[in-house]
């Protein structure tokens, strides 16, 4: 079965950096375009990053740019998201999703000092 799990979120100061990772199985990875999305207390979930399945960008969010990147490895069947200059806007839940009908449960980020 397909199975997504995301990891690496937590708390961390305003300025300071998080990688998430997104670990998934159940389906041939190295073929999915994969995205990050994330969802902050009442508000909707956004797409914050997006890649083909070879690792190009195909779309981000303006307001993570210059601080956020995401990577994948299609050996490892993982995809990143490394987070710098983190802000509390930043606060939500990260979303991992695999082309346009595989979810994580996510993680949760929370910027604050």
């Known amino acids: 079965q397909v199975q997504i799990v995301e990891s690496g979120g937590g708390l961390v100061q305003p300025g300071g950096s998080l990688r998430l990772s997104c670990a998934a199985s159940?389906?041939?990875?190295?073929?999915?375009?994969m995205s990050w999305y994330r969802q902050a207390p009442g508000k909707e979930r956004e797409l914050v990053w997006s890649i083909t399945p070879a690792g190009g960008t195909t779309n981000f969010a303006a307001s993570v740019k210059g601080r956020f990147t995401m990577s994948r490895d299609n050996a490892k069947n993982t995809v990143y998201l490394q987070m710098n200059s983190l802000k509390p806007e930043d606060t939500a839940v990260y979303y991992c999703?695999?082309?346009?009908?595989?979810w994580g449960q996510g993680t949760q980020v929370t910027v604050s000092s």
């Open positions: 159940g389906f041939p990875f190295s073929s999915y375009a």
């Open positions: 999703k695999a082309g346009g009908r595989y």
